[in-house]
Nanobody, 123 residues
Framework: VQLQASGGGSVQAGDSLRLSCAAS????????IGWFRQAPGKEREFVAS????????FYGDSVKGRFTISRDTAENTVVLQMTGLKPDDTAIYLC?????????????????WGQGTLVTVSS
């Protein structure tokens, strides 16, 4: 399975953006897909994840209440809806997958990383 993130752009603080993670190939119900982000000079940070089978979700503390993750089985896509964006949200956003629970926030537990999409939030 290959993953490809898209939907990034340059926005103002308070704006919203919708990112998509498109998967090529079949995704099994035991799979979880996670969104991470990486700002220049910083480590990769967990954003949110979702279980493909039962849609359980898990969020990083910095985005709770502002971001929503969902999946579209017909489109084989995981969507990250971002609202109330802040300059601190500026980063490259990437998606990866793992087999098992979505309640794992360590990047090393995910694989099949695709190219990310850049989100820039100005104040």
């Amino acid at each position: 399975v290959q993953l490809q993130a898209s939907g990034g752009g340059s926005v103002q603080a308070g704006d919203s953006l919708r990112l998509s993670c498109a998967a090529s190939g079949r995704i099994f119900s035991s799979t979880s897909i996670g969104w991470f982000r990486q700002a220049p000079g910083k480590e990769r940070e967990f954003v949110a994840s979702i279980s493909w089978g039962d849609r359980r979700t898990f969020y990083g503390d910095s985005v709770k209440g502002r971001f929503t993750i969902s999946r579209d089985t017909a489109e084989n896509t995981v969507v990250l809806q971002m609202t109330g964006l802040k300059p601190d949200d500026t980063a490259i956003y990437l998606c990866g997958l793992r087999v098992g629970s979505p309640r794992i926030s360590e990047p090393a537990d995910y694989r099949n990383w695709g190219q990310g999409t850049l989100v820039t939030v100005s104040s």
